[in-house]
């Protein structure tokens, strides 16, 4: 088992490892601080990005919105996250040396052809979606699924499945069968 930093694959087992060992480090360490555990989780972060760019042009509507008062427009531990998340994922393709620009993946370009427009309006439309069911569900992948099945949740458990089941049953809608 290679478990170089270097690699262009990072084995998934210790990939694994050391997102759960991040989940209990965010528990452990908020509750030491803040005393109260805060579990990995990433929508609210764009809800509350959403929030910031609305402030920019109408900062009356923000401040007398009640979904933007509940979720509080800042800078918190989770918005670093997600930028981390970000920054891990160039700086470990580069390190792999597995890093390119490429506005439409092959993938794409073999079902719905080169445009980049076509794949940048999908990916918006998906992301519209995706934003609206993990704000429904009150939480994202990650929170319910992560999260949740961290603490033994039965909701997590059956979040996660059915998050897993609607991104293959997608994928095999969009990208088809495989059986060409």
Not at 33 to 52: M, N, Q, W
Not at 113 to 127: D, E, M, P, W, Y
Not at 150 to 165: H, K, N, P
Request: charged letters at 10%; a positive charge; glycine letters at 14%.
């Amino acid at each position: 088992m290679n478990i170089s930093l270097f690699t262009a694959r990072w084995s998934p087992y210790i990939a694994g490892i050391l997102v759960g060992v991040l989940a209990t480090l965010s528990v452990v360490v908020t509750t030491a601080i803040i005393e109260k555990p805060k579990y990995l989780g990433a929508s609210t972060t764009f809800v509350r990005a959403a929030g910031f760019i609305e402030k920019a042009v109408a900062s009356e509507h923000v401040a007398s919105n009640a979904y933007f008062q509940a979720k509080k427009v800042k800078v918190d531990w989770q918005m670093l996250f997600v930028v981390g998340v970000f920054a891990g994922a160039l700086v470990s393709s580069r390190m792999g040396k597995t890093s390119k620009l490429e506005t439409v993946p092959p993938i794409w370009q073999q079902r719905f052809g080169s445009s980049s427009v076509t794949r940048g309006v999908g990916a918006f439309i998906g992301g519209v979606i995706l934003m609206f069911g993990a704000r429904l569900a009150g939480g994202c992948p990650s929170g319910h699924g992560l999260s949740g099945n961290m603490q033994l949740s039965v909701s997590g458990l059956l979040a996660l499945v059915c998050f897993m089941a609607g991104g293959i049953i997608t994928a095999r809608i969009v990208y088809g069968g495989g059986d060409k």
